[in-house]
């Protein structure tokens, strides 16, 4: 059975009408974008779609703007076929979109996130303290020398291990622009960022505690499946680490070669990049030949996916079934009510909701949608008997509108406690 990790870039995404399609053609994308931009106070649609290279490139903008594409293209899949992957990664701002596919940081909390990390970045930014740049063509103890011999080792750091022969280095300008030259010299490829800061790297501690403070006040969701963490270049699944986590993204190197390790590990032999371009499937490929890459912002890829998962039966368990979902949310959640008369209107309920199954698909879509809610609510009345507690309920409700792409659709039928 194949297996799939999902992957979502970071810098380098952005250009000008990524992510049009997706909002042309789902309304479940343009939802997203018109989500994101209400929270970041920013018209992002029109900013991906008309806005100019320099504004785009904007820091604060370009991660926003990645951000909601990456999550309005993942929304998209799912609204297509929705089959879960074993894991998820995401590369530095892709990290965040990771996360949002994941489940465990809702949208609205991750454009608060990110909205409060551009201003952190670019107060700091405004010192001009440095830059970044992508080395290519080279390998890792090249750049590791290049920056000993300098004598710079506490100005200039190898701030992301992309591939074998793609790497970053952040430091500051000055400290840069000599090892720039050394790596040139070496026959290294020097593509400087001059509008990215110096991140990933300790030229951004003095920003961590307040991006800390603020990340801590969120409150994270348990995962439906892991990702793996820019960090450790490990498995990411408890939500009280993730505050942490995100802090140290700001001063430590992206592992992303080191994270591609694990795919071995756990069985993964197809990556999906939830892209509106290809940009890490082939360091994916460098590093492990036999997976088999797609990007489901390219048409081509989105046909061959569609192929797949239509001609193998078994993918059909891993599609999101809202009325299965919600059959497996009443019959997993433990009873904590020992009053078996209350208890048998939860089998009620459970006979009901399963009776719906073949009726939903019947239906034209408002109908649908009241339907939904219903159920819903009945759902949250069987919870409730079940003694479940508030913030439980609340989790799974949610969990439930996210994996089925119903969250705009029903957020607003449904009695949330």
Not at 106 to 134: C, H, P, Q, T, W
Not at 247 to 275: A, C
Request: hydrophobic residues 40%; aromatic residues 10%; charged residues 25%.
């Amino acid at each position: 059975m194949d297996k799939f990790a999902f992957v979502f870039p970071g810098q380098g995404t952005q250009f000008i009408q990524m992510g049009k399609f997706f909002y042309d053609s789902y309304d479940i994308a343009k939802q997203t974008y018109e989500e994101a931009s209400e929270v970041a106070g920013i018209d992002l649609q029109n900013l991906c779609f008309n806005g100019s290279v320099s504004e785009l490139n904007n820091f604060t903008n370009m991660q926003l703007c990645i951000l909601a594409t990456e999550v309005a293209i993942y929304r998209s899949y799912v609204h297509d076929f929705g089959v879960r992957p074993q894991l998820s990664i995401g590369h530095s701002i892709g990290e965040y979109a990771a996360l949002v596919s994941s489940g465990a940081v809702n949208l609205e909390d991750a454009i608060r996130i990110m909205v409060r990390r551009g201003e952190l970045i670019e107060k700091l930014n405004e010192k001009e303290i440095g830059y970044m740049s992508i080395i290519e063509g080279t390998n890792y103890q090249v750049i590791s020398d290049c920056i000993k011999k300098s004598g710079l080792d506490n100005s200039i750091f190898i701030s992301c291990f992309n591939s074998n022969s793609q790497f970053a280095i952040s430091g500051e300008s000055h400290a840069l622009n000599l090892v720039e030259q050394q790596l040139i010299d070496n026959e290294a490829m020097v593509t400087p960022l001059f509008n990215s800061p110096p991140i990933h790297s300790p030229l951004m501690n003095e920003i961590c505690m307040d991006f800390l403070e603020f990340t801590s006040s969120i409150e994270f969701n348990q995962f439906n499946f892991p990702i793996i963490s820019n960090y450790t270049g490990k498995l990411l699944s408890d939500p009280s680490k993730i505050a942490k986590y995100l802090t140290h993204h700001l001063v430590n190197p992206v592992l992303f070669s080191q994270s591609m390790d694990l795919f071995d590990k756990y069985g993964i032999n197809k990556t999906i990049e939830m892209s509106p371009k290809l940009l890490l499937s082939e360091f994916i490929k460098e590093n492990n030949p036999r997976i088999e890459t797609y990007c489901y912002g390219l048409i081509n890829d989105r046909e061959s996916l569609s192929d797949l998962f239509n001609s193998d039966k078994n993918f059909e368990k891993d599609m999101p079934n809202f009325i299965g979902r919600s059959l497996s949310i009443l019959a997993s959640t433990e009873n904590k009510n020992k009053n078996e008369m209350e208890f048998n209107e939860v089998i009620a309920i459970y006979q009901t909701i399963r009776n719906e199954k073949d009726k939903l698909e019947t239906l034209e879509q408002e109908q649908k949608k009241n339907k939904q809610a219903e159920i819903i609510n009945l759902l949250i009345k069987a919870l409730k008997i079940k003694k479940v507690d508030s913030k439980q309920i609340n989790n799974v409700i949610k969990a439930l509108l996210d994996e089925t792409n119903t969250m705009y659709e029903l957020g607003n039928k449904i009695k949330i406690l």
